[in-house]
């Protein structure tokens, strides 16, 4: 089966642009979560997708993050204006259902660089 | 609020040596489920070892094994035969009711030949 896709790998931009990341979810997978991980730290949950309705957006930071995930499969996350604190690995994760015993499937993630 | 603590930021272990990583959680539900992620340099997080817990028996997969005290909210991984492929970020996580991963802030171990 493949995995979660994630792309672009590496991203580097200069503060107050703007920056998008694509995540496509194993197939069938019907949960969708977006994670920030800054160095040195824990993932921290940003954004949970349940098919295409958001089940919690509750951490993210709505005045620059936006995500959409379209007919229920790819999700994007975007950033407008990127701030020097958004530097970090965003981890994209797929699951089946929301139960508690499922682990999530992680992508690779993208590193985010703002300079 | 659920939350998960790892005290201990690096730990190296010798080659084919056993090492244990130490998580505390904190939790008011008596259902939830505890994991080990292991993130490697590629940065995929992947799955080690999960735990349920009412179950008294603690879980182990191959060389990996969890000594989980639910009264003490403690549930610490053991790598028996390390090997120089177990040198990575491991990071403990909690799932309850909210069916989300709340995750510590992670050990980095280092294997030495």
């Known amino acids: 089966e493949a995995g979660v896709a994630q792309s672009p790998r590496y991203k580097i931009i200069e503060k107050r642009q703007s920056v998008a990341f694509w995540c496509n979810p194993i197939?069938?997978?019907?949960?969708l979560y977006w994670y920030q991980q800054i160095l040195g730290q824990g993932p921290k949950l940003l954004i949970q997708?349940?098919?295409?309705?958001?089940?919690?957006d509750s951490q993210l930071p709505k005045d620059r993050f936006s995500a959409e995930r379209l007919k229920g499969v790819d999700s994007t996350l975007k950033i407008q204006p990127a701030k020097l604190e958004d530097s970090a690995v965003y981890l994209c994760?797929?699951?089946?259902?929301?139960?508690?015993?499922?682990?999530?499937?992680f992508g690779s993630g993208t590193r985010l660089t703002v300079v | 609020a659920q939350t998960v603590t790892q005290s201990q930021p690096e730990m190296s272990v010798q080659e084919a040596e056993t090492v244990t990583l130490s998580c505390t959680y904190d939790?008011?539900?008596?259902?939830?489920?505890l994991f080990w992620y292991k993130q490697p340099p590629s940065r995929q997080m992947i799955l080690v070892i999960r735990?349920?817990?009412?179950?008294?028996q603690n879980a182990t997969e191959n060389r990996f094994s969890v000594n989980f005290q639910k009264a003490a909210k403690s549930f610490s991984l053991k790598i028996s035969d390390s090997q120089l492929g177990d040198a990575a970020m491991y990071f403990c996580?909690?799932?309850?009711?909210?069916?989300?991963?709340?995750f510590g802030k992670g050990t980095l171990l280092t294997v030495n030949p």
């Open positions: 994760a797929s699951t089946k259902t929301g139960g508690k015993a499922y682990g999530y499937t």
């Open positions: 939790t008011s539900e008596s259902d939830y489920y």
């Open positions: 996580a909690l799932k309850g009711s909210n069916y989300k991963l709340t």
């Open positions: 197939s069938g997978h019907a949960t």
């Open positions: 997708f349940q098919n295409n309705g958001v089940v919690d």
């Open positions: 735990q349920e817990a009412y179950k008294q």
